[in-house]
């Protein structure tokens, strides 16, 4: 008997169980990881180096790690808060996965750590398909990149627990149309968090790391409707499965069933059919 078997579906079933395992890790520690997903040129490290800025100000213990396919010039730039901070190098690999993460946290991350900023390849495609083991997901949008970036990536900014606008000191220039962006985010992820941000003047990065220590404390608990949809969906695809092994408990022997459970909670559970002409394995990381 021959059984297909779906590469892409065992690569993320894989990256799910490093997930769960890194996310214990964390707990643990007491350490919070925050995964911040945008395009490129969105203003994600320039926000990122002004929070990393506030936490260590405010004595909040915060390290960061940052991908980029090539350069180490985002972790130069984050390094100017004080903040400890790592670069992960992908190679070529358009978003980071719980392993490589993982791997580059270990015998590094400074003991004590509260907040744990990840900062994703710029790509809003391939990582929303992969939990990294993170608490809160953070989808940014810059003013300058249109209104309609929620409705064109829906998994991206259906899977947040945040949504962040970025360079909003723009918006008027650019004649951003704030309802619009507001429709399309509620259209996607009802009930979302929304936080407009400048890097530049200051607005709204307070908020934003009020934000983040409160979902760091279980104080901010939403769950994205694409997660609870996923979710329900995994439920009656096993409810299919039990039925169907009760009639064929002949299964053949070494078929492996990759079902990609949720990780964690059904918050972690990721909607992958946007990504999934992107099941490339992770290569050359550094």
């Known amino acids: ?22 996310r214990r890790t964390l707990d643990d520690r007491g350490t919070t990881a925050v995964n911040l997903m945008s395009s490129p040129g969105s203003g994600k490290t320039a926000l990122l ?74 790509n809003l495609v391939c990582p929303a398909s992969y939990d990294l083991g993170e608490t809160l997901r953070i989808a940014m949008a ?18 947040a627990h945040l949504v962040v606008v970025t360079k909003s000191d723009l918006a008027e220039a650019v004649e951003f ?3 619009a962006f507001l429709g399309g985010v509620q259209q996607v992820n009802p009930g979302v968090p929304v936080i407009e941000t400048s890097a530049r003047t200051g607005e709204g990065v307070d908020a934003l790391l009020a934000h983040v220590l409160r979902a760091a404390d279980g104080l ?27 009639d ?24 992958h059919a946007e990504a999934a002409q992107h099941s490339h394995a992770p290569a050359g990381t550094s």
Request: proline letters at 5%.
């Open 142 to 159: 810059s003013v300058t990149e249109g209104e309609d970036k929620p409705v064109k990536y829906p998994a991206a900014f259906g899977l």
């Open 49 to 122: 180096e002004a929070l990393l800025t506030r936490a260590v100000a405010g004595g909040i213990p915060a390290a960061a790690v940052t991908a980029d396919l090539a350069t180490e010039n985002d972790a130069t730039r984050l390094a100017r808060s004080g903040a400890p901070v790592r670069q992960i190098l992908t190679d070529g690999l358009c978003h980071l996965e719980a392993g490589m993460l993982g791997a580059k946290l270990e015998g590094w991350l400074p003991e004590g750590t509260r907040l744990l900023f990840v900062e994703n390849v710029g």
């Open 177 to 179: 149309d704030r309802d």
């Open 1 to 22: 008997m021959c059984r297909t078997v779906d590469l892409h579906q065992a690569v993320l079933a894989k990256n799910d169980t490093n997930a769960v395992e890194l």
């Open 220 to 246: 901010e608990s939403h769950v994205p409707v694409l997660a609870r949809q996923h979710e329900k969906h995994l439920h009656h695809h096993h409810d299919d499965e039990d039925a169907s092994a009760a």
């Open 248 to 271: 064929h408990s002949h299964a053949p022997s070494g078929a492996t069933e990759h079902s990609h459970a949720p990780a964690g909670a059904a918050d972690h559970s990721h909607a």
